[in-house]
C-alpha cells in the first residue's frame, strides 16, 4: 500500500535554531517527492521538488534531502524564523507520469521567540 | 499575475444540502486539481480536470463531483451534505495534467462546515 509518513508530528523550536523534519515513503513506482509548506488558514506552497535522480535541493533556508534506496527524505530548516511556523507536507508522486499523489499528513512546526 | 482563487472562501450548510464550490485556475494553467483536508485525514485527492475533461479521481463517494469549463475554471459540487465532509476544500492548478515535474499552485481554499 502507498504510503507517507512524516514525522515528528509536531515540533517547537526556539527562534535561530536549525530542525529536521522526516518523510519516509512506500510508493512504487516513484516519480518525484515533494515539500510544501501551509500556514495556518492558507493553501500549501511549494518549497522543492525532487525526482529519483536528485538527493539534494534547497530553497533558501531550506534544504530538503531524498535517500531513493532508503526511501526517505527530510527537510532541513536553518536558522529558523517566527515566518517558519507551518504545516510542512511530504507528498509522492506516483507512476510514470507522476498522477497519484499521497500526502503525509504534515509536521506542525512553531518557532518561538 | 492573478493567483488560483476559490469563492466563496466560508460556507456553513446544513446535512442533507448541496454544495457549489468554485476555482478559477491562474491565467493559462490548464489542469485544475481538487483536494480535501481535515485534521485526522490531511490533505487527500479528489480530482484532476483537465481540458474539461476528468484525468484522475480519488476515493471518494460519487456525491463529490466536479467539472471544467472551457475557460479552465472549475467547480466541485458535493451532494447529501453529511457532517464528515467539513472539511477546508483546496483547488491547485498547474500548467498541464498529469503531476509530473509540473508545479501545482493551489489556492486559500473554501472552509466548508456542515452543521
Known amino acids: 500500500k502507498n504510503q507517507v509518513e512524516q514525522s515528528p508530528q509536531s515540533l517547537i523550536i526556539l527562534e535561530g535554531k536549525n530542525c529536521t523534519l522526516q518523510c519516509n515513503y512506500t510508493v512504487s513506482p516513484f516519480s518525484n517527492l515533494r515539500w510544501y509548506k501551509q500556514d495556518t488558514g492558507r493553501g500549501p506552497v511549494s518549497l522543492t521538488i525532487m525526482t529519483f535522480s536528485e538527493n539534494t535541493k534547497s530553497n533558501g533556508r531550506y534544504t530538503a534531502t531524498l535517500d531513493a534506496d532508503t526511501k526517505q527524505s527530510s527537510l532541513h530548516i536553518t536558522a529558523s524564523q517566527l515566518s517558519d511556523s507551518a504545516s510542512y507536507i511530504c507528498?509522492?508522486?506516483?507512476?510514470?507520469?507522476?498522477?497519484?499523489?499521497?500526502f503525509g499528513k504534515g509536521t506542525t512546526l512553531s518557532v518561538s521567540s | 499575475k492573478a493567483g488560483v482563487t476559490q469563492t466563496p472562501r466560508y460556507l456553513i450548510k446544513t446535512r442533507g444540502q448541496q454544495v457549489t464550490l468554485s476555482c478559477s485556475p491562474i491565467?493559462?494553467?490548464?489542469?485544475v486539481s481538487w483536494y480535501q483536508q481535515t485534521p485526522g485525514q490531511g490533505l487527500q485527492f479528489l480530482f484532476e480536470y483537465f481540458s474539461e475533461t476528468q484525468r484522475n479521481k480519488g476515493n471518494f463517494p460519487g456525491r463529490f463531483s466536479g467539472r471544467q469549463f472551457s475557460n479552465s475554471r472549475s467547480e466541485m459540487n458535493v451532494s447529501t451534505l453529511e457532517l464528515g465532509d467539513s472539511a477546508l476544500y483546496l483547488c491547485?492548478?498547474?500548467?498541464?495534467?498529469?503531476?509530473?515535474?509540473?508545479?501545482?499552485?493551489f489556492g486559500p481554499g473554501t472552509r466548508l462546515t456542515v452543521t
Open positions: 507528498v509522492v508522486s506516483a507512476g510514470q507520469a507522476g498522477t497519484a499523489l499521497i
Open positions: 491565467s493559462g494553467h490548464r489542469s
Open positions: 491547485a492548478s498547474s500548467l498541464e495534467a498529469g503531476k509530473g515535474l509540473y508545479e501545482q499552485y
